[in-house]
């Protein structure tokens, strides 16, 4: 008798449900839902990337009535109120049935149409507890049904019950839970997709078993063609996947500076990157890596900067596949840091792009011991101009580029030009650094080589859209056009890689490649009139990548990037600045051919003349001066030596500790002993031309 009592009181309290609550209207809801990710648009307002900031229910953007699958309206409608479409949001059929059941039933049976589920939605004191709701709370719940189905549509109301209903776990909305369960948008929902959907609408925690045995009923009673064992396992399939997993953003570095934790759901923030070139530059690099499969190479990034504004185009971190930021991360340099230093030593009319330097072996004697620089192929050329020392990326004349301007002033320029990573004194790095032996990133590196497209202008770069700020000139402009011009002289670089390369654009480029040491970094950047282009490849572990070269590394993804912006638009070259003057010149010896070349005005000549040999001056190539060596204990004293090298050494002979060693116009074997040495280059005459003070340390005994 009680229980008929509870349920005729229930009865009569929905029918005489006559006064009015207050909801909110349809648009007034609309405004108020929030995504539980803020997005990132590119350039032109396309969504590119997300962010989640709400971490309490996972919920995507709104999706009309128009925009989901008509099968799931029917599945919803079918499994959760029948007469949706006649009632007037309280189906009073149903509550008799409900209380019939309640008496004579050992299985309660609800009567909540999918209106007064809305209403407990929308208002917080209407949702049910732990034990249920009070007869208060459904009370309240029938009156505002009412109300909502006095001032809304009945499409607005299914719309706004299908994006605010939970499905699973946090999954709350159409959209989140079709992206989730089934990989699709709502509009793609098939008939057994949304039999599950709306199977999970009465108990979204349920074990997967008993959803699909829901949905297994639920698809009988809507006649669909699949039987229950082909629901059921789609049913199983689709609550056996991960949800956050299969929701998770790929979320790059980008959307994490722009889309903090404080941005707020719902959140559109426009950028100034690119989505199709986005695509295009990560596609690329993906591929790219694909075919350095079996080089032990995983990992690569790549920016895309607009000259002029500095506004960032394209930024790839990495190929997905990790969380590390490779345009902010520091690795070495390489030889990227070439063209700075001769723009440097040609800005301060140290040498010319005509000037020949000595493409041979040197020892130099640092704070942190002896450095011994090595070209890259293992060879020497002897004499080479500037332009082809630079194109060519050979290291020696760099070296000896980096003595004459001073270590200190070329650490100072690249601090100018915004390397920020420089933290050491320039003591620190040495001579290696015409090498590239400092941590850069790829971001503030393109940047800087930006400068040189800019003929010495610098700037910041952007992700957001800006106007265009203030440039600073760093770098001398007339210096800066003639780096760029070798940098784009296939001729002059084909020593090293040839004519045919993917430095070799069939448009105006220049470009520069460097490899770090052990093959751990492999580097690739140029620019054009409007666009530089910076890419790096390796490892982010650390490990070395194995016969990767500038050329087959990251050189291929550049190529594919810049040919991509300039697919409708060819490059063209700047016009030389007024500073400039080109004039031919020649070599005696024909050490290269006759071409005309530019000058700084006042630096120009027609005639570059090497040293003959026999004027050279004698001198002690190895050991230096102050040099320290170190036995080493792995090489057995008997076969251990130290070679000795003499510049111009023709005519003289070798002492070292008052002992004569022979002539000196040969590099000579020395068999090392531990002590301090004096080594003399002594003429005909018995007059030391030259000395070398070195030390030998270890643990080998003198005479062993």
Not at 55 to 80: H, K, Y
Not at 81 to 93: E, K, N, T, W, Y
Not at 401 to 423: D, N, V
Not at 473 to 502: E, H, K, M, N, Q
Request: charged share 25%.
């Amino acid at each position: 008798m009680r229980r008929l009592a509870s349920a005729l009181v229930w009865l009569l309290a929905c029918v005489a449900a006559a006064a009015q609550a207050a909801v909110p209207t349809a648009t007034e809801v609309r405004a108020a839902y929030q995504p539980s990710s803020a997005r990132l648009l590119d350039r032109h307002g396309e969504p590119i990337e997300s962010v989640r900031v709400d971490m309490r229910v996972r919920r995507l953007a709104w999706t009309p009535l128009a925009e989901i699958s008509p099968a799931l309206g029917v599945a919803v409608l079918q499994a959760e109120d029948q007469r949706f479409m006649a009632h007037g949001g309280i189906d009073l059929r149903a509550v008799g049935q409900a209380a019939w059941d309640n008496l004579f039933r050992d299985r309660a049976r609800g009567a909540s149409t999918i209106t007064m589920q809305l209403a407990g939605l929308l208002d917080a004191e209407l949702r049910a507890g732990s034990a249920g709701r009070s007869w208060r709370q459904k009370f309240d719940q029938a009156l505002a049904a009412r109300e909502l189905e006095a001032g809304w549509s009945k499409a607005q109301i299914l719309e706004a019950y299908l994006n605010l209903a939970s499905f699973r776990g946090e999954l709350q909305g159409v959209a989140a839970a079709s992206r989730a369960l089934f990989g699709k948008a709502p509009s793609g929902l098939d008939s057994t997709e949304a039999a599950i959907l709306a199977a999970l609408l009465r108990a979204p925690a349920a074990a997967p078993k008993a959803v699909a045995r829901r949905a297994c009923a639920l698809g009988r009673e809507l006649k669909l063609r699949e039987d229950c064992p082909a629901i059921e396992w789609r049913a199983e399939v689709a609550l056996g996947r991960p949800a956050a997993a299969a929701l998770k953003e790929g979320v790059p570095q980008v959307a994490r500076k722009l889309l903090g934790p404080a941005a707020a759901g719902g959140l559109d923030l426009r950028s100034t990157l690119d989505a199709r070139l986005q695509r295009f530059a990560l596609d690329a690099l993906r591929r790219h890596l694909r075919e350095l499969n079996g080089r032990n190479v995983a990992d690569g990034a790549v920016v895309v900067i607009d000259n002029a504004s500095g506004e960032l185009l394209a930024y790839v971190g990495n190929t997905g596949r990790s969380e590390v930021d490779g345009v902010a991360a520091l690795r070495q340099a390489g030889s990227t840091l070439k063209p700075f230093l001769y723009q440097l030593a040609l800005e301060r009319r140290l040498l010319t792009a005509a000037s020949l330097q000595d493409d041979s072996p040197i020892d130099v004697a640092g704070e942190a011991g002896l450095y011994v620089p090595q070209n890259y192929d293992r060879s020497y050329k002897g004499y080479a101009s500037v332009r082809t020392s630079l194109a060519s990326s050979l290291n020696i004349p760099a070296v000896r580029t980096l003595l004459l301007l001073g270590p200190e002033r070329f650490h100072a320029r690249l601090q100018e030009l915004g390397i920020s990573s420089l933290r050491e004194d320039a003591a620190f790095y040495g001579p290696s650094l015409a090498l590239g032996s400092a941590d850069v990133s790829l971001l503030e590196l393109a940047n800087a080589y930006r400068t040189l497209a800019n003929g010495g202008l610098a700037g910041g770069v952007s992700l957001r859209p800006r106007a265009l700020d203030a440039k600073r000139r760093v770098l001398d402009a007339g210096s800066s056009w003639i780096v760029g011009d070798i940098l784009s002289d296939r001729g002059a670089r084909s020593p090293t890689f040839g004519l045919r390369s993917d430095l070799a654009t069939a448009y105006w480029s220049a470009v520069k490649t460097g490899t770090s040491k052990d093959m751990r970094d492999n580097w690739c950047l140029g620019f054009s009139d409007r666009y530089t282009v910076g890419v790096w490849v390796g490892n982010f572990d650390g490990q070395p990548m194995w016969d990767v070269s500038g050329v087959s590394g990251a050189a291929p993804v550049w190529r594919d990037v810049m040919d991509e912006l300039h697919r409708a638009r060819p490059a063209r070259q700047q016009p030389a600045p007024k500073d400039l003057l080109r004039r031919e010149v020649r070599y005696a010896p024909a050490i290269e051919a006759a071409r005309q070349e530019w000058f700084l005005r006042g630096t120009e000549t027609a005639l570059v003349e090497a040293v003959a040999f026999d004027a050279r001056v004698p001198k002690i190539v190895y050991p230096v001066d102050g040099s320290i060596l170190a036995v080493d204990p792995d090489i057995p004293a008997r076969r251990e030596r130290v070679i000795f090298r003499a510049q111009a050494g023709e005519g003289l002979r070798w002492r070292l500790d008052d002992e004569a060693l022979g002539p000196a116009d040969a590099p000579t074997a020395w068999r090392p002993r531990v002590g301090v040495h004096r080594l003399e280059l002594l003429d005909d005459a018995g007059q030391v031309r030259a000395s070398s003070r070195f030390e030998v340390r270890g643990n080998r005994a003198a005479g062993q």
